[in-house]
């Protein structure tokens, strides 16, 4: 059926295009030959990419093209005792054209081959390397073949590779698909194609898609339906009759982020039923309203909600609906950008939740002089009139208005990121799953849920009269909030310490304690009657926010589960190899099922521990998460693929022995003991 596509496109091409629009050596996909290292050693493999770039509007094909393309062919001209692999392809892209699904590539990608030198060659010798390509390159309305020629010239040396080369290459081997590492089922059973794959559930998935290699098994221009049930991925679509050995593909997980799988028959489960998206909305809308709520009582929401609500009593009413839906306003707008800004980073290819802005140790900062603010105003050291007034509750002032509500509502909402509660985590985790609408829906949801309390005291006198009668009573409650706020400023300082190290938390510190200097200042003057009051301490804050810029993240530290375990360089390998100490090296990633259960059933175990421990066995962590290119490369020269990676240097040995992916206590006891 494809080559029928193919056939037909090929033939409007030629319909389409006179002879003389494609000028000769003109090409819609210019493409480069680059080697990784123009002088690779004898017997070892070197890596070449295709760099291609189409024009605008024109798109090349995966090596599955779908149900239209054809896949890229080589044909290569090689000196005596090379050879070359097959074509390596990145994660591909999805178009839809009437009906027909294409995996294309609509940007700039590269492909990769790999050519092994025989042994034996003399440094020097010269290896003239030519490659044929042909390949089929399109546009939505029509079709081209086209073919081109390419050389480039190999030297047999030391390797080395350029520094510009290397950062080329790690970009392009960061879109190829890696290795799950751990197998996956499918089954086709009354027309319905199912694929489990292992995946852990705290991994990010975003618009997950799979892109089958093996043809005649999926039904490609039908929707994929993609669920998760624990540590699996569940993947539905509409089958077709074929019933292979094994069914391989990529399974994206995010923009040009995949994993490479091979699954083999056997026994799914149907998706567990139910009642449509509607209802998972809505049951996701709920936890969120319900979890916004509980945010209320929270120690960085409590004391701001307090005194508004108070300050709404003490008015005896007076705008008080105005005032709660500013307010509310105020709250859900806040949770929306949030929101908003959350899903376009998560359409960017960022893996990130929500609260993602507290990983930023600039914003922890900026959350601690704004709280360290606060708890001075409720502690009585100066007063503050905007946003929303929260001190004219003490001070007996009517309501600051509409536009201090609305300040104070987004105020309380930015304030309330640190904290978390009962059924936020399930409701925002639900609605990273859901379409753009639906997610922002949850988001807004969460800010309904958090200006709830202070929505009912507008809206329903009863609750109103139900409250404390004002008095100076107010004064002395004001200074009790304060505490919570501290604790919170003390939690974010030890946060700041935890994302920037002790000199990141020294800098919060120092701009905490020059700020509340500049207000103390500003509250002296405040009640001396003197005018520009608010100059010290505006001058504290801007000085205060400056070191801000000054906020770097410290050095990310691997938090292995035996004790001693350092993060693996290959210069700390050579470095416990020169001491002549035993050293195991294991390799993982937080997606790796297989790896996991390793690491629990095995290497954490108190066996082990003991065993490496009393071996005095130096221990290296190398964290595969992100794809990083260099441990790639390593991985790659023990001929694997992906992790799990398990390598046993014994004392004083430069070669490791590689163990097996499915580890037992044994193996590591063993060894540690020998």
Request: aromatic share 8%; with cysteine; hydrophobic share 50%.
């Amino acid at each position: 059926m494809r080559l029928f596509h193919f056939v037909l496109m090929t033939l409007f091409a030629m319909m389409a295009i006179p002879a003389a629009a494609q000028a000769p050596g003109q090409r819609h996909i210019a493409i480069e030959l680059i080697p990784e290292t123009t002088t690779p050693r004898a017997g070892e493999t070197v890596t070449l990419a295709f760099a291609s770039t189409p024009e605008p509007t024109w798109h090349g094909y995966w090596k599955n093209p779908g149900d239209a393309g054809v896949e890229t062919q080589a044909e290569w001209t090689l000196p005596a005792g090379v050879t070359a692999g097959g074509v390596e392809y990145p994660v591909p892209q999805r178009l839809l054209i009437g009906g027909l699904m294409n995996y294309v590539y609509e940007g700039p990608f590269a492909q990769f081959v790999r050519l092994t030198l025989p042994a034996g060659l003399a440094a020097g010798t010269r290896l003239p390397i030519s490659v044929k390509l042909d390949y089929l390159v399109c546009t939505k309305e029509i079709c081209v073949p086209e073919s081109v020629q390419l050389s480039t010239e190999l030297t047999v040396g030391d390797g080395a590779v350029a520094a510009e080369t290397r950062a080329r290459f790690d970009q392009w081997r960061r879109a190829m698909p890696r290795p799950l590492g751990s197998p996956a089922t499918y089954a086709v059973e009354n027309g319905t194609f199912r694929l489990a794959v292992p995946y852990p559930a705290a991994s990010p998935v975003q618009d997950a898609y799979f892109f089958p290699l093996t043809d005649g098994v999926v039904d490609y221009g039908k929707p994929q339906t993609v669920t998760r049930d624990g540590d699996t991925l569940l993947v539905e679509t509409v089958g077709k009759m074929g019933r292979p050995d094994k069914v391989e593909g990529v399974l994206a997980v995010g923009p040009a982020e995949g994993f490479w799988l091979t699954a083999t028959p056997g026994t799914i489960a149907a998706a567990a039923p139910q009642e449509g998206l509607g209802w998972t909305l809505l049951v996701a809308l709920g936890g969120a309203i319900l979890g916004g709520v509980l945010l209320n009582v929270m120690p960085c929401v409590f004391p701001i909600l307090s005194l508004k609500a108070l300050s709404l009593a003490k008015s005896g009413g007076e705008g008080a609906k105005g005032e709660a839906i500013a307010y509310t306003a105020g709250v859900v707008l806040v949770c929306l950008a949030l929101g908003g800004l959350l899903l376009a980073l998560r359409a960017g290819g960022a893996s990130v939740g929500w609260a993602f802005q507290l990983t930023d140790p600039r914003v922890i900062l900026l959350l601690l002089l704004l709280v360290v603010a606060i708890a001075f105003n409720l502690a009585g050291l100066f007063e503050m009139a905007a946003p929303g007034a929260v001190n004219r509750a003490a001070a007996g002032t009517a309501s600051s208005g509409f536009s201090g509500a609305f300040g104070t509502g987004a105020l309380a909402a930015f304030v309330a990121t640190p904290c978390t509660g009962p059924f936020m985590a399930g409701a925002m985790g639900t609605a990273l799953l859901l379409p753009w609408w639906g997610a922002l829906a949850v988001f807004g949801g969460l800010g309904l849920g958090l200006a709830l309390p202070f929505l009912l005291l507008g809206f329903v006198p009863a609750l109103r009269r139900m409250m404390p009668k004002p008095g100076p009573w107010m004064g002395v409650f004001r200074r009790i909030l304060s505490i919570p706020m501290f604790l919170t400023a003390l939690a974010l300082a030890w946060v700041l310490g935890k994302q920037a190290g002790v000199d990141g938390m020294t800098l919060g510190l120092a701009a905490a304690a020059l700020l509340a200097l500049g207000l103390w200042w500003t509250g002296g003057r405040q009640a001396n009657g003197r005018g520009g009051a608010w100059l010290p301490g505006t001058l504290a804050a801007v000085a205060a926010l400056a070191s801000i810029a000054f906020v770097t993240r410290a050095p990310a530290q691997v938090e292995a589960a035996i004790a001693g375990a350092e993060p693996f360089t290959e210069a700390r390998l050579a470095a416990l190899q020169a001491e002549g100490r035993p050293v195991f090296a294991y390799f993982t990633a937080d997606w790796c099922v297989t790896c996991k259960v390793n690491e629990k059933a095995v290497i954490e175990t108190d066996a082990v521990r003991a065993a490496l421990d009393q071996g005095k066995v130096a221990v290296l962590v190398g964290d595969w998460t992100d794809g990083d290119p260099v441990l790639g490369r390593f991985i790659e020269r023990h001929n694997r693929a992906g992790v799990p990676l398990y390598l046993w240097y014994g004392a004083g040995s430069s070669q490791p022995e590689v163990l097996p992916q499915l580890l037992t206590q044994a193996m590591l006891t063993t060894r540690a003991g020998g």
